[in-house]
T-cell receptor
């Protein structure tokens, strides 16, 4: 079955620790995206990648880092510099890197930092 | 003011009722997505449309580009339709999301 997997579903960390969220897709999509979702707000774009070894900052990239060493994988690291890291994180991919059409979403990871 | 506004924010209905969720946007767009987010958090794309109307089962989506408005209708609603419905507009190379409409359908 083709799709996007994110792991783990729930993640707990202490303040000051970096944490890496996994996102893998077997859809052969070129473009991948990371979003953050907070209560009462729409999804906000953190980073996106249109091709392997290249990525761009989204609207709220501060305190986050990404890598795109393989087409299938786009891990997101939440660093200790991120002021409010507790949120629901969604990864998405799309076949066409030139546009945001037809984005497929993963199941999400809920990160809690205390 | 948000670029994408949804109404209502919360909606409750009895099983069988006809549901309408509205989305208004202020930016020029190439297309609009309607997405469904279930309590577990995963998001599924329901429709992508750039003009007119699309229908899939009990779901109907319409868009009026001139008025910058879209509606999602659910006919004969069912408790399994309970979810958050999110409107997202495609502005060149990125999606701009509304805050969602939480729908609860009671038996």
């Amino acid at each position: 079955d083709g799709g996007i997997t994110q792991s783990p579903k729930y993640l707990f960390r202490k303040e000051g620790q970096n944490v890496t969220l996994s996102c893998e897709q077997n859809l052969n999509h070129d473009a991948m995206y990371w979003y953050r979702q907070d209560p009462g707000q729409g999804l906000r774009l953190i980073y996106y990648s249109q091709i392997v070894n290249d990525f761009q900052k989204g609207d709220i990239a501060e305190g986050y880092s990404v890598s795109r060493e393989k087409k299938e994988s786009f891990p997101l690291t939440v660093t200790s510099a991120q002021k409010n890291p507790t949120a629901f994180y969604l990864c998405a991919s799309s076949i066409d890197p030139r546009s945001a059409y037809e984005q497929y979403f993963g199941p999400g990871t809920r990160l809690t930092v205390t | 003011k948000n670029e994408v506004e949804q109404s209502p924010q919360n909606l409750t209905a009895q099983e069988g009722e006809f549901i309408t969720i509205n989305c208004s946007y202020s930016v020029g767009i190439s297309a609009l997505h309607w997405l469904q987010q279930h309590p577990g958090g995963g998001i599924v794309s329901l429709f992508m449309l750039s003009s007119g109307k699309k229908k899939h089962g009990r779901l109907i989506a319409t868009i009026n580009i001139q008025e910058k408005h879209s509606s999602l209708h659910i006919t004969a609603s069912h408790p399994r339709d309970s979810a958050v419905y999110i409107c997202a507009v495609i502005d060149t190379d990125k999606l701009i999301f509304g805050t969602g409409t939480r729908l609860q359908v009671f038996p």
